[in-house]
């Protein structure tokens, strides 16, 4: 059986082993592939049987050129790269890793969090610039400082990583605040549900920890964020797109959002003409929530688990 991963790199980029997915066939790892050359794409492709991808996009064009294809595996939960529905057309399963990263996307979400109310980073290079050493004072501070305690958390998504977020801003003496289509009794002992418009008026932090789907793209754009406090936080680290960026970016530079702390963005790598690069108050950083070296031992775990199922005629984690 061959076995492709067509942009491995990033989930190990030389910390891990591929040993697993080796003892499951002829395999053959790209570090990377063009996202956008499909003939690259096919080309490398060839033959294999189960394709491993991340990012890398796989079409109907793609499908329909590699005929030998029988499984496809995510090394990621979102499965939007693939086109699923023809996939299931063409009686190809396609899995994903499910639970991979909750611990690590929603601790990165607080780290966001606590940079936005601290800029330790900005104070820490402030004093190994000698600052502090020829301050007339025993300290200073560049930003306004926020403590969070007694502060409204509103978080849209509230499954396994944001409850899990909700958990440690409770415990940071926070109201939490939950809007989520599919409320659980689990999510009752940790935030209380609401409306989407009440979440948005009520909540001095709003942290987006929702799935992408054609129902909440852009669900962070002009109009509602005029229903939101003056001077609210945004926080992002699950999927650009679910924020209308000129939008936030407007409301950056007026005030209106205090600051927001940004792992994702609409296009990534992030574009030199994202509005969001020169926006007041905006801290972004380079989608990397999801990558502690634990975080991706789960996901190569579960994709040879995922491999391992599907030659055994037991497909798990099927998305299609």
Known sequence: M??????????????????????????????????????????????????????????????????????????????NVVDVAYAREKAIPVSNVPAYGTASVSQYAIALLLEVCHHIGHHSQAVLEGRWESCKDFCFWDYPLIELEGKTIGIIGFGRIGQSTGRVAKALGMKVLAYDVYPSDRGRTIGEYVELDMLLGSSDVIALHCNLTE??????????????KDGVIVINNARGQLIVEEDLADALNCGKVAAAGLDVVSTEPVRGDNPLLKAKNCLITPHISWAPVESRQRIMDCSVENVRAFLAGEEVHVVN
């Not at 076995?3 to 002829?26: A, H, M, Q, R």
């Not at 129902?215 to 939101?228: D, P, Y």
Request: proline residues 3%.
């Open 2 to 79: 061959k076995i492709v991963v067509l942009d491995g790199y990033t989930e190990n980029p030389g910390d891990l082993s591929w040993k697993g997915l080796e003892e499951l066939g002829e395999l053959t790892v790209y570090e990377r592939t063009s996202l956008t050359d499909e003939q690259e794409i096919i080309d490398r492709i060839g033959n294999a049987e189960i394709v491993l991808t991340n990012k890398t996009p796989i079409s109907k064009g793609i499908l329909d050129a590699c005929p030998n294809i029988k499984f496809i595996a995510l090394l990621a939960t979102g499965y």
């Open 215 to 228: 129902e909440n793209v852009g669900i962070i754009n002009r109009e509602t964020i005029e229903k939101m």
